[in-house]
C-alpha cells in the first residue's frame, strides 16, 4: 500500500528529537491533482475496497508495510497488531503528520486499548473536520 509517507523509527522529529513520522511534503512525482487528493484525503477513498473485502476498518491504525514493520522496534509493532487497521484513527483526527512516530504509536496503542463503539464514533465524526482542516496533511 503505497501511501505516500513512511513510519520509520529511524529518522527524528525536527523539534522534539523523537522518531519522526516521515511524510514528503513536495514530493516532485506528484501531480497537482495528485497534490489535491492528499490534501483533502480522497485518495483515501480506493480503501473503502479494502473494508468491503474485510481487510481493513473504518477506524483503527494506519496500515504499516512490511518494509516498515520489519524495523519497528518490539512495542511499535502491538499498533498493527492488536487491532484491524482503519482509514482514519485517533492519530488522524489528533494530530496527522505533526506528531512525532513515537506518539503517533501511544495514540494507536491507547485506541486499541480503549475501544468502544462510541469511540469509533467520536472518532468518525471528528474526521471530516481533520480532513477540512488539511492540518498535518501534504
Not at 523523537?18 to 501531480?31: E, F, G, H, L, W
Not at 491533482?33 to 476498518?57: A, H, V, Y
Amino acid at each position: 500500500m503505497g501511501n505516500g509517507y513512511s513510519r520509520i523509527p529511524a529518522l527524528r522529529h525536527q523539534e522534539t528529537g523523537q522518531p519522526a513520522v516521515y511524510k514528503i511534503k513536495n514530493d516532485s512525482r506528484v501531480t497537482p491533482l495528485g497534490r489535491l487528493l492528499r490534501k483533502t484525503s480522497l485518495d483515501e477513498l480506493p480503501q473503502f475496497w479494502n473494508i468491503l473485502m474485510g481487510e481493513m476498518s473504518l477506524v483503527g491504525p494506519r496500515p504499516s508495510l512490511p518494509y516498515e514493520f520489519e524495523i519497528y522496534d518490539i512495542w511499535h509493532r502491538r499498533r498493527v497488531l492488536e487491532v484491524k487497521p482503519g482509514v482514519t484513527g485517533l492519530w488522524q483526527v489528533s494530530g496527522r503528520s505533526r506528531t512525532c512516530f513515537d506518539d503517533m504509536v501511544r495514540l494507536d496503542l491507547r485506541y486499541s486499548r480503549s475501544w468502544s463503539i462510541w469511540l469509533d464514533v467520536k472518532i468518525l465524526l471528528q474526521t471530516p473536520g481533520a480532513v477540512l482542516s488539511g492540518e498535518g496533511a501534504y
